[in-house]
């Protein structure tokens, strides 16, 4: 995975920094708001895209205050999103009754979300110009319509691969490219920099989508340590199903359709239906052309440690196991 | 209800213009998009917040393009608390089965509210200066707040008077004071009027929630044209039962917190209850006081229509039939 400690050693010490921002921005007077927040451990992954934003920075000149608010904010936004997609839908509470009560149940998820976000404004309008308010401001836009569209294209198995690249460029690697551009801007890049930063974040964040989807079908479960087939079971078709789907012959292509309509479509009848059509195989190596986009972007930059890290965190993208 | 046409006389054109701004920010590229905002048509009623932002502006001055953009914004916020109070619960959902698929279900629906949030807040990077969108996302961070704090409390039947006015302070009052402040600042009011606004705005707010949560109790499902009994149902306690609760004698209160705990408790059942303790008319009593204080508040603008339109309004918050 992209963000081995190695690679952030020229941001560990912000990164710390960072996390204090976040803490101090949603610390509230009422004792129950901080309870809740304390849950949000849980998401607090490896921190992808402050880590970006930071080594952006760091690679166009240096880490200043406002980089360590703007890697909390996109921190607070990833969060956000992370919170609402676990907002259980009709149907994941009907087939998993009434045993599921994280986070004290849907109303204080959907809330915890909420209060993320409004932080992550609030925090943004407390920098001394609107440059940043306005850019992240379009990009949750942009992040919640690739949601809204993902959500009406559930289900539906002629999704074209032009439609699932405009999905997750919109939801993942918009913030992504975002983060790359603030941290560029913020740190006195010049715009044609800033915008090829953006560019490598962009094409990172779509082959980081591509093989995270990937991963979610052909995936072991224990040694990444959550819960996998999560686009099957809600209908969300991703590369290689799309690549199958056009591939295999008709016979082939019956049997996954089929499959596909099922509750709870079996990984490994997929894995072996993707096998005929070498279709995982087509996917990793579309995610590996993204990869090589982002690391040619990179040469708009002077040689640099950040540098060097952002083209290996590019490079482990399509290495991925977990 | 405050916002009858006449009452909005002074500011109709402007209103307009406010409507015209809220649908072009949220227009998308995305068909789909556009499709599901045209479901909030049916959460678009009084514009009460647009309303006394307007008001408060022409009472201290002229309406400028930025409060047609702050009226929008304080609208988009209160239809994403709207919609995302709609999302369903897990307890909704098994009680109510799979007939609700209001908005393409909850996870559209967390979605679409997303979105106003972040339009909201894109809206307000547009304008000028940072004021706007530090009050604003503090105000909103309040509300969100307020919120959690209300589900927090669901079925606690010792819920006191002060934590009950805490919670409505937060949830309702405190974006109304706000669209009262940055109404009068933007109009070129200086801190102690725009503070003073302010005041009449959470006076305004905290009667206003409580004669809504009278009414969902004490009211009329086809003259108020919504389903009442929701608090009720959602085991949140307002002041009128926390009042009873506190004032009948010891068999009356047995009675009453038996049937807070059934899953439907009979509104006129409750509602005779509530008769024998005069909770209803202490909770008017009490929402009157703040009327009071709001209008009070006025006298520290000069007269005119605007401010005539103010005080109508914040009287006919406690004369509410629906």
Do not use: W
Not at 17 to 22: E, I, L, T
Not at 24 to 48: Q, T, W
Not at 201 to 217: E, H, K, N, R, Y
């Amino acid at each position: 995975m992209p963000a081995s400690s190695s690679l952030y050693e020229p941001i560990a010490t912000d990164l710390e920094k960072v996390c204090a921002v976040f803490d101090d921005e949603l610390f509230s007077d009422l004792p129950i708001v901080n309870e809740l927040c304390a849950h949000l451990r849980h998401y607090r992954g490896k921190m992808l895209r402050p880590g970006l934003l930071l080594l952006s920075a760091r690679a166009c000149g240096k880490v200043t205050d406002e980089h360590l608010a703007l890697a909390a904010i996109v921190e607070l936004i990833h969060m956000a999103t992370l919170v609402h997609d676990d907002v259980l839908d009709e149907a994941d509470v009907r087939r998993r009754g009434p045993t599921i009560h994280r986070l004290e149940g849907n109303e204080a998820a959907v809330l915890l979300g909420d209060y993320l976000f409004s932080h992550a404004f609030h925090l943004c309008s407390s920098l001394d110009s609107q440059y940043a308010s306005r850019i992240l401001g379009a990009t949750t836009n942009t992040v919640c319509e690739g949601e809204l569209h993902q959500v009406h294209h559930r289900g539906d198995l002629n999704l074209s691969q032009e439609q699932y690249l405009e999905i997750i460029t919109r939801k993942t690697a918009s913030l992504i490219g975002t983060c790359c551009r603030v941290g560029a801007h913020f740190a006195g890049a010049d715009e044609r920099v800033a915008a090829t930063l953006e560019q490598y974040g962009l094409s990172f964040g779509i082959a980081f989508q591509i093989t995270d989807d990937v991963l979610d079908i052909t995936g072991n479960e224990d040694r990444m340590g959550k819960s996998l087939g999560r686009d099957l079971q809600k209908r969300k078709l991703t590369l290689p199903l799309i690549h199958s789907l056009a591939k295999s012959p008709p016979e082939t292509q019956r049997r996954l359709r089929k499959l596909l309509t099922t509750e709870e479509p079996d990984r490994s009848t997929v894995c072996q239906i993707l096998g005929e059509t070498d279709s995982v195989s087509f996917a990793l190596a579309t995610a590996r052309k993204y990869v090589e986009t982002a690391t040619t972007a990179l040469e708009v930059l002077p040689p640099s440690d950040a540098r060097d890290a952002l083209r290996r965190m590019a490079t482990l993208v399509s290495e991925r196991e977990q």
